[in-house]
């Protein structure tokens, strides 16, 4: 399996913006389906976005389309989320995470899973 490691959490005032990295190791980083993650407190980990293992297709939470962008570099092996226009309801734990099947979008099917990072949004 991938191992996945999150950066670029923090706190942010409302409208603000945020960029989240997750490194990964491994070998065939390039085949996995990648999605973010979130989980609030006292609330289920929901899907933010999800990125196929070329890039070409990618989906989003209606919530945060149009204000979160997903991005993965095979490459340099990294995924990552560009966050703007923050709101309050984005806070939360953000996880990373791998999956081998052809698409991806439920928690269920993701088998690698980073620690997470925390993002706050203050108003």
């Known amino acids: 399996q991938v191992q996945l490691v999150e950066s670029g959490g923090g706190l942010v005032q409302t409208g603000g913006s945020l960029s989240l990295s997750c490194a990964a190791s491994?070998?065939?980083?390039?085949?996995?389906?990648l999605g973010w993650f979130r989980q609030a407190p006292g609330k289920e980990r929901e899907f933010v976005a999800a990125?196929?293992?070329?890039?070409?297709?990618?989906s989003y939470k209606n919530s945060v389309k149009g204000r979160f962008t997903i991005s993965r570099d095979n490459a340099k092996n990294t995924l990552s989320l560009q966050m703007n226009s923050l709101k309050s309801e984005d806070t939360a734990v953000y996880y990373c995470?791998?999956?081998?099947?052809?698409?991806?979008?439920?928690?269920?099917?993701?088998?690698?899973w980073g620690q997470g990072t925390q993002v706050t949004v203050s108003s």
């Open positions: 491994g070998r065939t980083f390039e085949r996995y389906v």
């Open positions: 990125i196929n293992s070329n890039a070409g297709v990618t």
């Open positions: 995470a791998a999956s081998f099947k052809i698409w991806a979008t439920s928690p269920n099917d993701y088998t690698s």
